[in-house]
């Protein structure tokens, strides 16, 4: 999906293991408005969002994609919401 604001809705595939499933991340590579508007329509809970993307279950992967998120590779993802500045750093565990 290419945002209001000419960025793209970007999924990994779903392959970080959690909770009895695997999960994708959904981010934005232009701003945090245009991700929570896209999660907003295809019903995402608000709960999903981690700082910078949403957990997104590997069963709505499929979905996601059909509603305009691009896939791309984990690495990609990544790069890009560091490009964007969007990146925020993990918690200290």
Do not use: N
Request: proline share 9%; glycine share 12%.
């Amino acid at each position: 999906m290419v945002g209001h604001d000419g960025g793209v809705i970007l999924i990994d595939p779903p392959q970080v293991p959690s909770r009895g499933q695997l999960w994708s991340h959904l981010a934005s590579d232009v701003s945090y408005a245009e991700l929570h508007e896209f999660a907003g329509q295809v019903g995402i809970p608000a709960r999903g969002f981690d700082g910078d993307h949403y957990d997104v279950p590997a069963k709505w992967y499929g979905d996601m994609l059909a509603a305009g998120a691009q896939g791309v590779p984990s690495r990609e993802l990544v790069r890009r919401l560091r490009e964007a500045g969007l990146r925020r750093p993990r918690p200290t565990r």
